[in-house]
């Protein structure tokens, strides 16, 4: 009996330092994905539908100002896409709302992943999710994303009674994350 009872602690022991084991892996796996981290946005390119202010100002590195992206065109048909310089693991993606005005026609704009997307066409795409509009609220924020693409891409959101065009202007678009490891068989885990 007291041989089972040792056992059995010896067992539960094991269990409990396996979890452990398991637990600082995982904190410590998380911190260097963390620290790889880095906003791959100002390496990528930029691109929209149509032009009223050029695409390239969403990913400047300015965050107030006048220098800001703009369409011409406005809701679900207007995008802004941005093609990363190499396939990446995107973990948060942080969008600031231009400032001077107008802040309300970024409700409803969605956010998508893919690879090699073409603006305005979402085939393949994974959905991010949408902005809700917060009056004062700069950035949006969607962290936790955790998925690979080469493209980052802004659809406008649909038009309501109140705000009938919704053009896509951003002031800045951040995107976190690490360029994947290209070797064969090394995933995007770790990055490079
Ligand atoms: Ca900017």
Known sequence: MRIFSKQTNLRDQFTEMNLFVKTVILVLLHNVMDVQSRNLAREGTASQDSESYPASNAIDG????????????????????????????????KIYNRVDCCQDRIDGATVWIGDNLIGGNYEGAVKVGTVQYEPGKNPYIFSGIDKKGTSVEIQGGPPTESVPNKYVHLQEVK???????????KGCMLGL
């Open 175 to 185: 995107v976190y994350g690490s360029y994947c490891e290209i070797q064969a068989g």
């Open 62 to 93: 300015e965050i107030s100002g006048d220098l800001f992206s703009h369409t011409i065109s406005a809701g679900p048909s207007a995008w802004w896409l941005l093609t990363l310089k190499n396939r990446a693991l995107i973990r948060e993606i």
